[in-house]
């Protein structure tokens, strides 16, 4: 048995086992939603050809994270794919589209076969309409004071508004447009250890057991704002998986059959929910501030922080919201009808947009701005001990979507070109490597003395 073998047989042991404590909790968006890992050994040093221990390339690019599974990996690919890999090698195991029309019901299907040949007629006089507006508009204009060219215009306007609006109607089963950066598969999956559970910005929801086997699918709704899906991820808690869309909606996680759904007016919501308990009761956490009881969806309390694109992190029963500025909510000891949050404290932070959720640990709060102003912020008061921008070598203005993550001392902050900056945990600024991969959105994953980066190319496993 030669030393490569015996490292891979190491390696995989170390990694099956740092899975294993996972076992009997859902694993989704930053494993369990915190970003944090303190018992990992990690990596600090890494590059293309330096500590990577295996790479496997990808069908397309995706800003899902990746998550581990037992010895399987799941990662995404654009547009609608759910890919397993193996975590031992990185091989890829299975592959599966998962096109929101798969869902459809037969009579979707009907519609949407009938919508799509009308909205090609619509389109036609949409077209012949504006046509014959901007004529009469043209004729108008060389004879202002006639009152039957004026009267043309606005006839020809009004109809023109009409069709356009009918032609809308026809597409309620079209697909969202897909946006350059958000794609169509930017929500991370989720698992209970049994099987996994794959949200599409299409808005369609699958699951698969293990093996690759789909037990089934259900389109949930299309997003309102077509020009670029959704990203926020689902999550699973008491065999409830529950997705926000245009409503909030809970589906049976066996059967896929949904068990309620709650209107919402935040429809631009990036950020992905967390799971919280107060009292033996769970509750679902929106980065919109609203939040719901799991077991029925009531609200029980409505933006207590809104919040466009992070997600609040909790600890020891307090919820914090950082986006221009910072804000810290004490969450009661029981749960009644309405849920009344006590705030705590407000910090003047950085105002900017965050993109990267922040991680809580040891009293300490480590936040990030899309431009690379990190800061550090006492949990306990709110003041801020100190801010520092991180030249990460991305050209102005600077995009930092991966959220921060901490693995045992040290705090990962990754920037969108593939620039990774590893910080000393604690209060004061230590830089202890900064490293170069391909470019990646994605969250890192830490698994004992490794760590998961998935790029828009290629999955890597860096090795310590």
């Given at each position: 048995?030669?030393l490569r073998t015996v490292c891979?047989l190491?390696?995989?042991?170390?990694?099956?086992?740092?899975a294993?404590?996972?076992?009997?909790?859902p694993?989704?968006w930053r494993?369990?939603?915190?970003?944090?890992?303190?018992q990992?050994?990690?990596?600090?040093?890494?590059?293309a050809?330096?500590n990577?221990?295996?790479k496997?390339p990808?069908?397309a690019a995706?800003?899902?994270?990746?998550?581990?599974?037992g010895d399987?990996?799941?990662?995404?690919s654009?547009?609608t794919?759910?890919?397993?890999l193996?975590?031992a090698?990185?091989?890829?195991?299975?592959r599966?589209?998962n096109?929101?029309r798969d869902a459809f019901?037969?009579?979707?299907?009907a519609r949407a076969?009938a919508d799509?040949?009308?909205?090609k007629?619509v389109?036609?006089?949409?077209?012949?309409?504006?046509?014959?507006?901007?004529?009469?508009?043209?004729?108008?204009?060389?004879?202002?004071?006639?009152p039957?060219a004026?009267?043309?215009v606005?006839?020809?306007?009004?109809?023109?508004?009409?069709?356009?609006?009918?032609?809308?109607?026809?597409?309620a089963f079209e697909p969202?447009?897909r946006?350059?950066?958000?794609?169509?598969?930017s929500p991370?999956p989720?698992?209970?250890?049994?099987?996994?559970?794959?949200?599409?910005?299409?808005g369609?929801?699958a699951?698969y057991d293990?093996?690759?086997?789909?037990?089934w699918?259900k389109?949930?709704?299309?997003?309102?704002?077509?020009?670029?899906g959704?990203?926020?991820?689902?999550?699973l808690?008491?065999?409830?998986?529950?997705?926000?869309?245009?409503?909030v909606?809970?589906?049976?996680?066996?059967?896929?059959?949904?068990l309620?759904?709650?209107?919402?007016k935040?429809h631009?919501?990036?950020?992905?929910?967390i799971?919280v308990?107060?009292g033996?009761t769970d509750?679902?956490?929106?980065?919109?501030?609203?939040?719901?009881?799991?077991s029925d969806?009531?609200?029980?309390?409505?933006?207590?922080?809104?919040?466009?694109?992070?997600?609040?992190?909790?600890?020891?029963?307090?919820?914090?919201?950082?986006r221009?500025?910072g804000?810290?909510l004490?969450?009661?000891?029981?749960v009644?009808?309405?849920?009344?949050?006590?705030?705590l404290?407000?910090?003047?932070?950085?105002k900017d947009?965050?993109?990267a959720?922040?991680v809580?640990?040891?009293?300490?709060?480590?936040a990030?701005?899309?431009?690379?102003?990190?800061?550090v912020?006492d949990?306990?008061?709110?003041?801020?001990?100190?801010t520092?921008?991180?030249?990460?070598?991305?050209?102005?203005?600077?995009?930092?979507y991966?959220?921060v993550?901490l693995?045992?001392?040290?705090?990962?902050?990754?920037h969108k070109?593939?620039t990774?900056?590893?910080?000393a945990?604690?209060?004061?600024?230590r830089?202890?490597?900064?490293?170069?991969?391909?470019?990646?959105?994605?969250?890192p994953?830490?698994?004992?003395?490794?760590?998961?980066?998935?790029g828009?190319?290629?999955l890597y496993?860096i090795?310590?």
């Open positions: 048995m030669n891979a190491s390696a995989g042991c170390s990694i099956v086992l740092s294993a404590a996972w076992a009997g909790a694993v989704g494993t369990d939603g915190t970003g944090k890992y303190p990992a050994d990690p990596p600090i040093k890494w590059s050809d330096e990577v221990f295996w496997t990808l069908p995706s800003n899902a994270t990746p998550i581990v599974v399987k990996v799941f990662v995404c654009e547009p794919d759910l890919i397993c193996s975590l090698d990185g091989r890829i195991l299975w599966k589209a096109d929101y019901t037969p009579a979707q299907t076969e799509a040949r009308r909205a007629a389109v036609a006089e949409v077209r012949a309409l504006r046509t014959q507006y901007k004529a009469a508009a043209a004729a108008l204009a060389k004879a202002a004071k006639d039957a004026r009267a043309k606005i006839d020809l306007k009004k109809r023109t508004a009409e069709r356009t609006k009918a032609l809308q109607g026809l597409r969202p447009k946006h350059s950066v958000t794609g169509t598969t991370t989720v698992s209970d250890g049994k099987f996994v559970y794959v949200h599409t910005g299409e369609a929801v699951c293990l093996d690759g086997r789909r037990q699918i389109w949930v709704e299309k997003p309102l704002h077509d020009w670029a959704h990203c926020n991820s689902p999550l808690v008491g065999g409830r998986l529950i997705v926000h869309v245009v409503d909606v809970a589906l049976d996680a066996r059967t896929g059959k949904e309620w759904r709650t209107p919402s935040w631009d919501v990036f950020g992905s929910p799971h308990r107060v033996g509750l679902y956490v929106d980065p919109n501030g609203d939040i719901l009881r799991v969806g009531r609200r029980l309390a409505e933006a207590v922080c809104p919040l466009e694109f992070p997600a609040p992190v909790a600890d020891a029963g307090v919820l914090y919201f950082i221009h500025g804000k810290a004490k969450l009661p000891a029981t009644g009808e309405t849920l009344v949050c006590r705030t404290w407000q910090t003047a932070v950085k947009r965050y993109y959720s922040p809580v640990h040891d009293g300490l709060i480590y990030v701005t899309r431009e690379c102003v990190f800061s912020i949990a306990a008061d709110g003041k801020v001990v100190y520092r921008t991180l030249d990460l070598g991305g050209p102005r203005p600077d995009q930092i991966s959220s993550a693995a045992g001392k040290y705090v990962y902050v990754s070109n593939g990774t900056a590893v910080l945990a604690g209060r004061q600024y830089r202890m490597a900064t490293n170069k991969l391909e470019p990646f959105r994605s969250c994953v830490f698994l004992g003395r490794r760590m998961l980066i998935r828009q190319k290629h496993c090795a310590k």
